[in-house]
């Protein structure tokens, strides 16, 4: 079975711009979550989504925003980029033994 | 409102020396505790995790933990460590197995000195 994986690998995006983020989940998992990494840090939640609803939300602003599609998988969306996004962002799905981190998208805000 | 502490936030070992890293937990509910590892450039692996049972925990790589749920403490340890084995470190932990966010500490960052 494939893991959790994501998309793109790596982006370098400017300050203001957009950015969209994807997730697949391992096949059967319904459970996808969303975490931000900052060099030199443990990983923070942004969401988690349960079903295509979403069962909670971390301390980010407004800018961060997140759905989950029919078919589970998950789009990670931040507006007006700042700076400060720049970090490591990574997906997490789970079923009933565990989370199951994809390897992440390298965002990096110029 | 569960938190982790990651006590220690370098650890350098000798090769194929023993090695303990320290979580501490705080919580008010029964918490589930993992570690996980992230290799350079890497996302996170679970090594293990205690969900109930046996307070010592068996994970990958000759991992193993012990839950001590009176001193609030989930520390790792290896018996010999390698080479292989230098990566950054994370302790977690979660209110609801499986349906509830992951906190996360600050992580430890294991150097093994050949």
């Known amino acids: 079975d494939a893991g959790v994986t994501q998309s793109p690998t790596h982006l370098i995006k400017t300050r203001g711009q957009h950015v969209t983020l994807r997730c697949s989940p391992i096949s059967g998992h319904k459970s996808v979550s969303w975490y931000q990494q900052v060099l030199g840090q443990g990983p923070q939640f942004i969401f988690q989504?349960?079903?295509?609803?979403?069962?909670g939300r971390g301390n980010f602003p407004d800018r961060f925003s997140a759905r989950q599609f029919p078919n589970y998988s998950s789009e990670l969306n931040v507006n007006a980029l700042l700076l400060g996004d720049s970090a490591l962002y990574l997906c997490?799905?789970?079923?009933?033994?565990?989370?199951?981190f994809g390897s992440g998208t390298r965002l990096t805000v110029v | 409102a569960q938190s982790v502490t990651q006590l220690d936030s370098q650890v350098p070992v000798f090769e194929e020396a023993p090695v303990e890293l320290r979580c501490n937990y705080s919580s008010s509910v029964s918490v589930y505790l993992f570690w996980y590892v992230q290799y350079p450039n890497q996302g996170l692996q679970l090594l293990l995790k205690y969900l109930s049972g046996s307070t010592l925990v068996k994970g990958i790589n000759g991992f193993e933990a012990e839950f001590n749920k009176s001193q609030t403490s989930f520390h790792l340890r290896k018996p010999s460590v390698h080479i292989s084995d230098t990566a950054e470190y994370f302790c977690a932990v979660s209110a609801n197995f499986g349906n509830e966010k992951l906190t996360f500490g600050t992580g430890t960052r294991l150097t093994i000195i050949p």
């Open positions: 989504y349960y079903e295509k609803e979403e069962r």
């Open positions: 997490a799905s789970s079923l009933h033994y565990g989370y199951t």
